[in-house]
């Protein structure tokens, strides 16, 4: 089992930034990638980023040139830093790993962007 524990959500205006970090602990080992995603109020939840064990980076185009994923291994922590938000940004965001044949989540922070 993998346990996950998102923080750093909040509130901001259009065009602050926020970081969100994720911090796994547990069963860590054989992590092959770790995701945040993210699910606004009536809408299904949508893959925002990616990054692999061995560094390589995905992201949706909605956030591309804006949200950075990253993540310390030493740490066992992986971070979303997102700037220039927008309003359709806001909604919960979840960390993920995939591991084996598994799945595993977080319990999701909220982010609002509004003035």
């Known amino acids: 089992q993998v346990q996950l524990v998102e923080s750093g959500g909040g509130l901001v205006q259009p065009g602050g930034s926020l970081r969100l970090s994720c911090a796994a602990s547990?069963?860590?080992?054989?992590?092959?990638?770790m995701d945040w995603a993210r699910q606004a109020p009536e809408k299904q939840r949508e893959l925002v980023a990616s990054?692999?064990?061995?560094?390589?980076?995905n992201y949706a185009d909605s956030v591309k040139g804006r949200f950075t994923i990253s993540r310390d291994n030493a740490k066992n922590t992986m971070y979303l830093q997102m700037n220039s938000l927008k309003p359709g940004d806001t909604g919960v965001y979840y960390c993920?790993?995939?591991?084996?044949?598994?799945?595993?989540w977080g319990q999701g922070t909220q982010v609002t962007v509004s003035s």
């Open positions: 993920s790993v995939r591991k084996s044949s598994s799945t595993y």
């Open positions: 990054i692999t064990s061995g560094g390589s980076t």
């Open positions: 547990g069963s860590i080992f054989g992590i092959y990638a």
